[in-house]
């Protein structure tokens, strides 16, 4: 993929401002939560109606004397009218819940797509593909308790309680305070599932859960060298110790949360609930206090007393997921991206200029000390050093992946600071070692940073990359799907990747190894179209295989963050200072493989 391909991503329209906070994301629909509440507060009040007209015909029925016909048939026929109104007002509320639901998802995930597209690249590489998945994922759906069902258990929690109450406390307000003990006693339950033990335990949890889904994307992205080198039993011990700490989490949570979890279930049970009100009401009415028709409101709406406490307890986890669900999307979404200038400048050419270059990815580590380095048009500057010497902080330095702590990267006389990202990304072509093609057709694909381009140039661009032979070979050309018509090898995707940045014909390439995958043969057939293309192109390229050194203008050896070595190869082998030594190292490497394959070391000497 090449930064051109940025640009795409960049051309998309941008939300307002306040989008990026949640509340900005909830604001719009602030009308429609409204109507869920007052929907579900009609509902929830119109259930009782059926309780209530079952309780007030027990008193009428019961007591002594005529029955007043007149007052029974009213409270039938307001018992069935508020069963009515029950379903019709509560299925209104569970719709547009859902509804609502339904679009604030597609919102926060617009929204965390166009943050992800605008984020520093760099940023994507200190992050674990599962984690992010998570985020997108699980925890955006995780907000769907919140939206579609919270509401309407926060109504009948407070509002079916309240109405009951209000009824109760006319029959008799003695026995309406002994109903309250189970709820109380619930309610006295509730603080000990939020103290900071029973918190830290369900954050590891989530943070379980993240590894477990980082490790099993990790394991499938790599189970074709796990089976060809026969590492099946070390990439199942990550899986293993993910999942024997996500067993751990969940037990401690569990055993924090059991105890109190049965109280509260105890305690809001029915036999509990009536128990009580049956030994309270037994009380009054043996002393004469309270009539015995009197009891039965309380029987009935005692359960229904403790039936929404007991939904919001069961309801809990939910919220708290939900809760630390949209922290970790706020997270995502507070992400700055790269500041654009104010009044971009356009470049004066395409020579780039490192100077004084200090960049770490934290305060505590420096990557790199010091960079002076400049790279003229027309000319290949190949970046070598053992692992960890800070070669692809380098380049990533040039397409603006990050902004150098200290000093500065130019570009025809302009700081990368001061150039608007879309003539960045014009003039600045990037070809990763690791390939992703989308799902289109390979014409598609070669042709995404310009997407309006001619079909022969692209079928140009395919033959300097050595890869239009083996396109004509798929079974529909260049309009083969990739991922569902055939599927690449890594060098033929590479050679994919290749033919898009030369199709981009951006003024500045970066190569991250753009040959890592490919065979010898193809390796030099691409070197030569590279060579044949320089022109008055700026080109920088990470060079693990040193046989790309011989084509190279300047050699830039680094060490523990520092250039120690540059020049042209031949000059440097003269030398015979670190880079020879380097370079000696890897003949011997080479030449051991080949030998033990029976074959003869290839690749061309530095000149």
Sequence with gaps: MT???LAQAREQSIPPPDADSVAGLLRPYLWSFTAVVILQIIGAVAGLAPLLAVAELGRVLLA????????????????????????????????????????????????????LGRVPIGWFSRRRTGELAKVVGEDVSAVHPFIAHTPGELVSAFVVPLVSLTYLFTVDWRLTLVTLIPVALAVALVPLMMTPARLREQKEFDAAMGRIADSVVEFVQGIAVVKAFGGSERAHRRFRTAVDDFVGSFFLMVRGLAGIAA???????????LLVVLIGGAALITNGSMAAADLLPFLLLGLGLTAPVEALGHGFDDMQAARRAVGRIRDVLGVRSLPEPAHPVTPRGHRVELRGVRFGYDADHEVLRGIDLVLEPGTVTAVVGPSGSGKSTLVQLLPRFFDPTHGSVALGGVDLRDIGSRRLYRMVSFVFQDVRLLRASVADNIALAVPQADPDDVVRAARQANIHDRILQLPRGYDTVIGEDAGLSGGEAQR???????LADAPVLVLDEATAFADPHTEQAVRRALATLKGDRTILVI?????????????VMLENGSIVERGRPAELLAQDGRFAAFWRSHRSAVTGQTQAHGGVPQGDEPR
């Design 3 to 5: 930064t051109t391909d």
């Design 263 to 273: 109280g509260m279930q105890v305690v809001l049970s029915p036999p509990f609930v």
């Design 64 to 115: 002594p004397g005529p029955i007043d016909h007149d007052h029974v048939r009213f409270v039938v026929i307001a018992g069935a009218a508020g069963l009515f109104a029950r379903l019709l007002f509560t299925a209104a509320s569970s719709g547009i819940g859902h509804l609502l639901d339904d679009r604030v998802q597609l919102s926060f995930r617009r929204r965390l797509a166009a943050r």
């Design 543 to 555: 060079a693990h295989r040193l046989e790309t050194i011989a084509d190279a203008d300047t050699v």
């Design 496 to 502: 994919i990747a290749i033919a898009r940045a030369l």
